[in-house]
């Protein structure tokens, strides 16, 4: 019987912690590392080992994940001096599940292959109730040896799991849930918006036109939460932001246009603006309520 893989986790933020969880849950041994140590002082109490560097936990571990902010933490976690690629070993593997850039997937995977060592781009759809729940979509560009070698470990985490291609094919692929997504946001804002204004009972309005051609994951996971006056993040404005750049700049270099996307970046980076990037992305309420003169108070 082949043992169980040994698995490596960075980043214990609003998903990883939970992403993490699973993967103890199901019986994996895994060294963990983080910026702030207390921030995994729980997946430690539960049996996570911790190390100090992301190359200490590459060093420990056959499977090596990370799920960090941005693209500057991303190529130092995996490619800096004390990265995950700076410990591992030939036949190991590195999984990035950051939304991220498509070429910095490529020349991880590049750099990290001279090394004998294969590299995933994992980025994932779902946000802090589908990493509690184990149900994030992951879309994944790598070669298909090692992610059905690091399967297993996406099956502990998510429940649409799909390979779309290549290094840096996952990373597309998220980018395109951003754009559809984008807009989104906007559209259940303003409905939102609008039936407060017109005098509805937002419950009973949910309740109809959630089971109908406009039900989305977004209104029936964000619409209460927003009618709560919930803000708090499942998904932070800051990263949402830097993912809608990155789309923009992709789509930009293949000449596509994209209205939509553009309009939605920046009425997210007004909510930056007013100090709320820290927030959840369903705080795109605020802003427009703002531009209509409004106040949005909670049910």
């Known amino acids: 019987m082949t043992p169980m893989p040994t698995v490596g986790w960075v980043g214990t933020g609003v998903m990883g912690a939970s992403m993490c969880g699973h993967i103890l849950d199901a019986g994996y041994r895994v060294t963990v590392t983080t910026r702030t140590k207390t921030k995994a002082m729980e997946l430690i109490d539960r049996g996570a080992s911790w190390a100090d560097s992301p190359a200490e936990v590459a060093a420990a571990s056959d499977i090596s994940c990370a799920i960090v902010g941005f693209p500057d933490d991303v190529r130092e976690v995996f490619l800096g001096p004390s990265g995950l690629l700076a410990g591992a070993s030939a036949g190991d593997i590195l999984v990035d599940m950051t939304t991220s850039e498509p070429a910095l997937a490529i020349e991880i995977a590049e750099r990290a292959g001279v090394a004998g060592v294969a590299a995933i781009d994992a980025p994932v759809s779902g946000g802090d109730i589908g990493a509690r729940n184990g149900t994030l979509s992951i879309m994944i560009g790598g070669s298909e040896e090692a992610v059905e070698r690091a399967r297993p470990i996406f099956e502990t985490m998510g429940k649409t799991i799909v390979r779309q291609g290549g290094p840096g094919a996952g990373q597309h692929t998220k980018a395109i849930n951003q754009i559809l997504i984008a807009t989104l946001m906007i559209g259940l804002s303003e409905a939102l918006l609008y039936?407060?204004?017109a005098g509805l009972d937002l419950d009973t309005v949910m309740e109809s036109v959630s089971g109908g051609a406009a039900g989305s994951w977004s209104l029936t996971n964000y619409g209460p939460r927003i009618l709560r006056g919930d803000f708090e993040p499942g998904?932070?404005?800051?990263?949402?932001?830097?993912?809608?750049?990155?789309?923009?700049?992709?789509?930009?270099?293949?000449?596509l246009p994209a209205p939509g996307l553009a309009l939605a970046h920046e009425l997210y980076v007004s909510l930056q603006a007013q100090g709320l990037g820290r927030k959840g992305t369903q705080s795109l309420i605020l802003a427009l309520a703002r531009m209509a003169g409004l106040e949005w108070n909670p049910r």
């Open 195 to 197: 039936g407060r204004q």
């Open 235 to 255: 998904f932070f404005v800051d990263h949402f932001v830097k993912d809608m750049g990155i789309a923009l700049s992709e789509a930009a270099s293949m000449k």
